[in-house]
Antibody
Framework: EVQLLESGGGLVQPGGSLRLSCAASGFSLSSYAMSWVRQAPGKGLEWVSGISNSGGNIYYADSVKGRFTISRDNSQSRLYLQMDSLRLEDTAVYYC?????????????????WGQGTLVTVST | DIQMTQSPSTLSASVGDRVSITCRASQDINNWLAWYQQKPGKAPKLLIYKASTLESGVPSRFSGSASGTEFTLTISSLQPDDFATYHCQHFGTFGQGTKVEIK
């Protein structure tokens, strides 16, 4: 069974940093591109970043470019999101997600498996 | 950048109703559109991809269609489990979401 489990969320002050982790199981992480998607309270979904299966291709949304860094450790079946210079507007639930096998691209055409999400709150 | 405009933002309907949600792209997107269902406190669930391909395990009352740059998610007969928020997606861009609530 495919499972994605995020961790690392919490309360952080503006300007601070946080590192999210996503543990993958039930499939070979090294075969898939992966994405982070976030959802601010009461708002819609926002794609944040994607990384190719090898880590060689990476894309970011303009809203996080230069502040967030996506990475992966296929040997540990883990995906990461390093978030620096956090702003109030980064407050959201952050999901890691996987595309279907036939749509396995870095900026996803669809996402068929999602984690349960981890809440990041940026506040004074 | 391609913009995705989803409407309506809220839709009130009754069990058994036929409901439609629209997502309009600012330019041709070659039918690269996905639809998701999301319930409160839960992750989104993929319903449809490539505008009209039903994801495995999704009930057949859900369907997707396209006409140029306008895309429609239709639920043929609304069931109690279908009251939720629906999102469209074109690659790195999501629509604003449509909440389907009980009339």
């Amino acid at each position: 069974e495919v499972q994605l489990l995020e961790s690392g969320g919490g309360l952080v002050q503006p300007g601070g940093s946080l590192r999210l982790s996503c543990a993958a199981s039930g499939f070979s992480l090294s075969s898939y591109a992966m994405s982070w998607v976030r959802q601010a309270p009461g708002k819609g979904l926002e794609w944040v970043s994607g990384i190719s299966n090898s880590g060689g291709n990476i894309y970011y949304a303009d809203s996080v470019k230069g502040r967030f860094t996506i990475s992966r450790d296929n040997s540990q079946s883990r995906l990461y999101l390093q978030m620096d210079s956090l702003r109030l507007e980064d407050t959201a639930v952050y999901y890691c997600a996987r595309p279907p096998p036939r749509l396995n691209v870095v900026v996803p055409a669809a996402l068929d498996y999602w984690g349960q999400g981890t809440l990041v709150t940026v506040s004074t | 950048d391609i913009q995705m405009t989803q409407s309506p933002s809220t839709l009130s309907a009754s069990v058994g109703d036929r409901v439609s949600i629209t997502c309009r792209a600012s330019q041709d997107i070659n039918n690269w559109l996905a639809w998701y269902q999301q319930k409160p406190g839960k992750a989104p669930k993929l319903l449809i991809y490539k505008a009209s391909t039903l994801e495995s395990g999704v009930p057949s009352r859900f369907s997707g269609s396209a006409s140029g740059t306008e895309f429609t998610l239709t639920i043929s007969s609304l069931q109690p489990d279908d009251f939720a928020t629906y999102h469209c997606q074109h690659f790195g861009t999501f629509g604003q979401g449509t909440k389907v609530e009980i009339k």
